[in-house]
């Protein structure tokens, strides 16, 4: 297979702390002969695990962003085993433009893995993490949050795998994350993403949602912070003690957490982010903003749960989701 034509100007192999960048050639009008530059710091000391930490997957999720930065800013390898590499801002374009995809080839950094060597710019991201960063991991860790359009209770997430003693080794990093929720959670459309292409590789993976709205705020950036942390220490690498409180444990079976908008209009939310709902509760009315004197269509749970995710703009679209439920593990 064709080699990446992205490389990187700091030596992973080398001990102590190095900012710098992974350089991808990307000609256009403005450069011909220009490129992308996406920052990364990596802190080494001795052998040990690695942790890849990664932000801004989808660049309009700012929580994992400013974890990672402060890490960065100052982390010291006289107090770690091993090796983290940090890389802030993954869709680097899509960042920059505050966007969830790419504003050069409209890609989605979470459903184009493995990637490829030859194409778009996220194709070549993705080809990079997937033959480069992830073999070199033991733990990888990607913050996300609801971005412009969600906005989510903030909890920490793995995946229901085949392997089990992954998945367990997946559970306790989440549980070691310890943000006030904790989800096992269920993907609709996970192909293509990170979290399988790390999984698959039999990574000890992890993910998060913390607020959304397409900002963040001074209690989910701590969340991150606090979590970013105890994994590390959670993992052998860094020195400390874990910060832990208690955490509501969260799963999701089937698709019936799931709700989407069968119309678009003026969406009205019946029940608030974190409510207890049962099956059969209105969740939302959905009004015809094309006229007046209409009914509004209303839009009932499915199932008796925790509304963990809600749509964040005033108007919705015709199959946008509208809002996810998770059920309270015992």
Not at 111 to 120: A, I, L, N, S
Request: glycine residues 10%; proline residues 5%; charged residues 20%.
């Amino acid at each position: 297979m064709r080699q990446s034509s992205i490389t990187s100007t700091v030596d992973f192999d080398a001990d102590g702390v190095a900012h710098g960048f992974l350089r991808l050639p990307h000609s256009r009008d403005d450069s011909a002969w220009g490129s992308v530059m996406i920052p990364i710091t990596v802190a080494k000391n001795g052998e040990g695990s690695t942790a890849l930490v990664t932000g801004a997957n989808h660049g309009d999720e700012y929580e994992g962003p400013l974890a990672l930065v402060e890490l960065a800013a100052n982390i010291d390898a006289a107090v770690i085993t091993g090796r983290v590499i940090i890389i802030p801002f993954m869709n680097f374009p899509a960042f920059t433009a505050g966007k969830r995809t790419s504003p050069i080839d409209g890609g989605n950094m979470n459903r184009v893995f493995p990637g490829k060597p030859d194409g778009t710019i996220t194709e070549k991201i993705a080809d990079y993490f997937q033959r480069t960063l992830l073999p070199m991991a033991d733990v990888v860790l990607d913050f996300h949050s609801g971005g412009k359009t969600l906005d989510f209770l903030p909890f920490a997430a793995s995946h229901v795998l085949k392997n089990k003693a992954q998945e367990a080794r997946c559970s306790a990093a989440k549980e070691a994350f310890n943000a006030p929720f904790s989800m096992q959670m269920l993907e609709i459309d996970s192909a293509g993403m990170y979290d399988d292409a790390a999984e698959a590789l039999g990574k000890v993976f992890v993910t998060t949602e913390l607020g959304g709205g397409g900002t963040s705020t001074p209690e989910t950036v701590a969340i991150a912070r606090k979590g970013l942390r105890n994994v590390l220490i959670h993992a052998g690498i860094l020195q400390g003690k874990m910060e832990l409180a208690p955490s509501q444990h969260l799963h999701q079976n089937d698709e019936a957490c799931f709700h989407f908008s069968p119309i678009a209009g003026m969406l009205e939310f019946s029940k608030s982010l974190g409510e207890p709902v049962k099956k059969g509760d209105m969740l939302a009315r959905i009004w015809d903003p094309s006229r007046t004197g209409v009914a509004p269509l209303e839009i009932h749970s499915k199932m008796d749960g925790l509304l963990v995710v809600r749509h964040t703009f005033g108007l919705i679209q015709t199959g946008d989701c509208l809002a996810v439920l998770a059920k309270i593990s015992e």
